[in-house]
T-cell receptor, first 110, second 115 residues
Protein backbone atom coordinates (compact mmCIF):
# COMPACT_ATOMS: atom_id res chain seq x y z
CA UNK A 1 0.00 0.00 0.00
CA UNK A 2 1.37 3.42 -0.92
CA UNK A 3 2.12 5.82 1.93
CA UNK A 4 -0.24 8.46 0.63
CA UNK A 5 -2.90 7.84 -1.99
CA UNK A 6 -4.97 10.34 -3.90
CA UNK A 7 -7.31 10.06 -6.85
CA UNK A 8 -5.56 12.26 -9.44
CA UNK A 9 -8.74 13.34 -11.20
CA UNK A 10 -9.08 15.72 -12.94
CA UNK A 11 -11.97 17.11 -10.97
CA UNK A 12 -13.88 19.40 -13.33
CA UNK A 13 -15.86 21.82 -11.17
CA UNK A 14 -18.31 24.51 -12.32
CA UNK A 15 -17.47 27.94 -10.98
CA UNK A 16 -19.30 28.53 -7.72
CA UNK A 17 -19.73 24.84 -6.94
CA UNK A 18 -18.30 22.85 -4.05
CA UNK A 19 -15.68 20.17 -4.54
CA UNK A 20 -14.29 17.73 -2.00
CA UNK A 21 -11.66 15.04 -2.14
CA UNK A 22 -9.94 12.66 0.20
CA UNK A 23 -6.51 11.28 0.66
CA UNK A 24 -5.64 8.09 2.53
CA UNK A 25 -2.41 7.38 4.38
CA UNK A 26 -0.95 4.07 5.46
CA UNK A 27 1.05 4.87 8.60
CA UNK A 28 -1.23 5.02 11.61
CA UNK A 29 1.56 6.68 13.62
CA UNK A 30 1.55 9.77 11.38
CA UNK A 31 1.37 12.96 13.38
CA UNK A 32 1.28 15.85 10.94
CA UNK A 33 -0.87 16.44 7.90
CA UNK A 34 -0.90 19.16 5.30
CA UNK A 35 -2.53 20.24 2.06
CA UNK A 36 -0.23 21.91 -0.45
CA UNK A 37 -1.28 23.67 -3.63
CA UNK A 38 0.76 23.42 -6.81
CA UNK A 39 0.05 25.54 -9.87
CA UNK A 40 1.14 24.36 -13.27
CA UNK A 41 4.94 24.50 -13.61
CA UNK A 42 5.32 26.07 -10.17
CA UNK A 43 6.56 24.83 -6.82
CA UNK A 44 4.23 23.43 -4.15
CA UNK A 45 3.09 25.91 -1.52
CA UNK A 46 1.43 25.22 1.80
CA UNK A 47 -2.32 25.68 1.62
CA UNK A 48 -3.14 24.61 5.16
CA UNK A 49 -2.16 22.29 7.95
CA UNK A 50 -4.76 19.76 9.04
CA UNK A 51 -5.57 19.52 12.73
CA UNK A 52 -7.35 16.77 14.61
CA UNK A 53 -10.34 18.98 15.27
CA UNK A 54 -10.58 20.04 11.63
CA UNK A 55 -9.90 23.55 10.46
CA UNK A 56 -11.23 26.12 8.09
CA UNK A 57 -9.54 28.91 6.15
CA UNK A 58 -12.03 30.99 4.22
CA UNK A 59 -13.59 28.77 1.55
CA UNK A 60 -11.30 25.84 2.40
CA UNK A 61 -12.05 23.22 5.05
CA UNK A 62 -9.74 20.37 6.03
CA UNK A 63 -10.70 17.35 8.10
CA UNK A 64 -8.73 14.49 9.61
CA UNK A 65 -10.16 11.06 10.32
CA UNK A 66 -7.58 9.07 12.25
CA UNK A 67 -9.74 5.98 12.65
CA UNK A 68 -10.08 5.56 8.89
CA UNK A 69 -6.71 7.16 8.13
CA UNK A 70 -7.81 9.79 5.69
CA UNK A 71 -7.78 13.54 5.37
CA UNK A 72 -10.11 15.60 3.26
CA UNK A 73 -10.22 18.99 1.62
CA UNK A 74 -13.40 20.83 0.73
CA UNK A 75 -13.49 23.95 -1.43
CA UNK A 76 -16.69 25.99 -1.36
CA UNK A 77 -17.79 28.56 -3.96
CA UNK A 78 -15.01 27.52 -6.36
CA UNK A 79 -13.18 30.29 -8.20
CA UNK A 80 -11.33 30.03 -11.49
CA UNK A 81 -8.15 30.79 -9.53
CA UNK A 82 -8.64 27.60 -7.51
CA UNK A 83 -7.59 25.57 -10.56
CA UNK A 84 -4.46 23.75 -9.41
CA UNK A 85 -3.20 20.44 -8.14
CA UNK A 86 -3.76 19.82 -4.43
CA UNK A 87 -1.14 17.64 -2.77
CA UNK A 88 -1.84 15.64 0.35
CA UNK A 89 1.25 15.53 2.58
CA UNK A 90 1.86 13.41 5.64
CA UNK A 91 4.70 13.17 8.12
CA UNK A 92 4.80 9.46 8.63
CA UNK A 93 8.37 8.38 8.73
CA UNK A 94 10.14 10.64 11.14
CA UNK A 95 13.62 11.96 10.39
CA UNK A 96 12.05 15.09 8.94
CA UNK A 97 10.65 13.17 5.99
CA UNK A 98 7.34 13.99 4.41
CA UNK A 99 5.35 11.67 2.16
CA UNK A 100 3.56 13.33 -0.75
CA UNK A 101 0.52 12.13 -2.60
CA UNK A 102 0.42 12.49 -6.37
CA UNK A 103 -2.16 15.23 -6.10
CA UNK A 104 -5.77 15.94 -6.98
CA UNK A 105 -6.03 18.06 -10.12
CA UNK A 106 -8.88 20.57 -9.93
CA UNK A 107 -10.11 22.44 -12.99
CA UNK A 108 -12.71 25.13 -12.33
CA UNK A 109 -14.84 25.74 -15.40
CA UNK A 110 -16.54 29.09 -16.10
CA UNK B 1 9.22 35.77 4.07
CA UNK B 2 11.15 32.55 3.55
CA UNK B 3 13.07 32.51 0.34
CA UNK B 4 14.49 29.41 -1.30
CA UNK B 5 16.30 30.00 -4.57
CA UNK B 6 17.63 27.59 -7.13
CA UNK B 7 20.46 28.39 -9.50
CA UNK B 8 18.61 27.71 -12.76
CA UNK B 9 14.97 27.45 -13.85
CA UNK B 10 15.82 25.50 -16.99
CA UNK B 11 18.89 23.44 -17.78
CA UNK B 12 19.84 21.29 -20.77
CA UNK B 13 22.74 18.88 -20.46
CA UNK B 14 24.16 15.99 -22.43
CA UNK B 15 24.38 12.37 -21.33
CA UNK B 16 27.52 11.77 -19.29
CA UNK B 17 27.98 15.37 -18.17
CA UNK B 18 28.44 16.25 -14.52
CA UNK B 19 25.60 18.47 -13.38
CA UNK B 20 25.40 20.73 -10.33
CA UNK B 21 22.09 22.04 -9.03
CA UNK B 22 22.39 24.69 -6.34
CA UNK B 23 19.89 25.66 -3.70
CA UNK B 24 20.15 28.54 -1.25
CA UNK B 25 17.79 29.48 1.60
CA UNK B 26 17.90 32.70 3.56
CA UNK B 27 16.05 31.71 6.75
CA UNK B 28 18.79 29.92 8.64
CA UNK B 29 16.93 26.60 8.33
CA UNK B 30 18.70 23.50 9.57
CA UNK B 31 16.97 21.05 7.24
CA UNK B 32 17.22 21.01 3.48
CA UNK B 33 15.81 18.56 0.93
CA UNK B 34 16.12 17.63 -2.72
CA UNK B 35 13.14 16.10 -4.57
CA UNK B 36 12.38 15.22 -8.12
CA UNK B 37 8.89 15.41 -9.54
CA UNK B 38 7.72 13.41 -12.53
CA UNK B 39 4.26 13.11 -14.09
CA UNK B 40 2.31 10.28 -12.51
CA UNK B 41 4.94 9.70 -9.82
CA UNK B 42 4.61 12.76 -7.62
CA UNK B 43 7.43 14.13 -5.49
CA UNK B 44 10.16 11.70 -4.52
CA UNK B 45 12.87 12.45 -1.99
CA UNK B 46 16.42 12.10 -3.29
CA UNK B 47 18.52 13.30 -0.33
CA UNK B 48 18.16 15.50 2.68
CA UNK B 49 20.43 17.19 5.17
CA UNK B 50 19.76 18.24 8.76
CA UNK B 51 23.04 20.02 9.38
CA UNK B 52 26.18 21.22 7.69
CA UNK B 53 28.18 18.32 6.27
CA UNK B 54 25.39 15.89 7.22
CA UNK B 55 23.35 14.03 4.63
CA UNK B 56 20.79 11.24 4.54
CA UNK B 57 19.57 9.17 1.61
CA UNK B 58 16.00 9.56 0.58
CA UNK B 59 13.94 7.15 -1.48
CA UNK B 60 15.82 7.42 -4.78
CA UNK B 61 19.48 8.41 -4.14
CA UNK B 62 20.99 6.28 -6.91
CA UNK B 63 22.85 8.36 -9.47
CA UNK B 64 22.95 11.42 -7.21
CA UNK B 65 25.15 12.88 -4.52
CA UNK B 66 24.85 16.01 -2.39
CA UNK B 67 27.02 18.53 -0.65
CA UNK B 68 26.31 20.84 2.27
CA UNK B 69 29.37 22.88 3.15
CA UNK B 70 27.42 25.89 4.43
CA UNK B 71 24.14 26.00 6.28
CA UNK B 72 22.35 28.04 3.65
CA UNK B 73 23.45 26.04 0.61
CA UNK B 74 22.59 22.49 -0.46
CA UNK B 75 23.89 21.18 -3.77
CA UNK B 76 22.66 18.22 -5.79
CA UNK B 77 25.20 16.56 -8.06
CA UNK B 78 24.55 14.26 -10.98
CA UNK B 79 27.93 12.61 -11.47
CA UNK B 80 27.13 11.37 -14.97
CA UNK B 81 23.79 12.57 -16.23
CA UNK B 82 21.50 10.10 -17.95
CA UNK B 83 18.30 10.62 -19.92
CA UNK B 84 16.21 9.07 -17.13
CA UNK B 85 17.28 11.95 -14.89
CA UNK B 86 15.30 14.38 -17.02
CA UNK B 87 12.88 15.80 -14.49
CA UNK B 88 11.79 18.76 -12.38
CA UNK B 89 14.09 19.12 -9.37
CA UNK B 90 12.76 20.87 -6.29
CA UNK B 91 14.71 22.02 -3.27
CA UNK B 92 13.01 22.63 0.08
CA UNK B 93 13.96 23.69 3.59
CA UNK B 94 12.50 23.86 7.07
CA UNK B 95 13.77 24.72 10.54
CA UNK B 96 14.88 22.33 13.26
CA UNK B 97 11.90 20.53 14.77
CA UNK B 98 11.44 18.84 11.46
CA UNK B 99 8.65 18.10 9.10
CA UNK B 100 6.44 17.13 12.01
CA UNK B 101 6.36 20.61 13.40
CA UNK B 102 6.83 22.85 10.44
CA UNK B 103 6.04 23.00 6.80
CA UNK B 104 8.66 22.75 4.09
CA UNK B 105 9.32 25.76 1.87
CA UNK B 106 10.10 25.04 -1.74
CA UNK B 107 12.28 26.74 -4.30
CA UNK B 108 10.92 27.46 -7.79
CA UNK B 109 12.38 24.27 -9.25
CA UNK B 110 14.89 23.45 -11.97
CA UNK B 111 13.58 21.73 -15.06
CA UNK B 112 16.49 19.58 -16.23
CA UNK B 113 16.58 17.97 -19.66
CA UNK B 114 19.30 15.42 -20.40
CA UNK B 115 19.80 14.76 -24.11
Amino acid sequence: RKEVEQDPGPFNVPEGATVAFNCTYSNSASQSFFWYRQDCRKEPKLLMSVYSSGNEDGRFTAQLNRASQYISLLIRDSKLSDSATYLCVVNGRGNNRLAFGKGNQVVVIP
Amino acid sequence: DVKVTQSSRYLVKRTGEKVFLECVQDMDHENMFWYRQDPGLGLRLIYFSYDVKMKEKGDIPEGYSVSREKKERFSLILESASTNQTSMYLCASNPEGGAGTDTQYFGPGTRLTVL
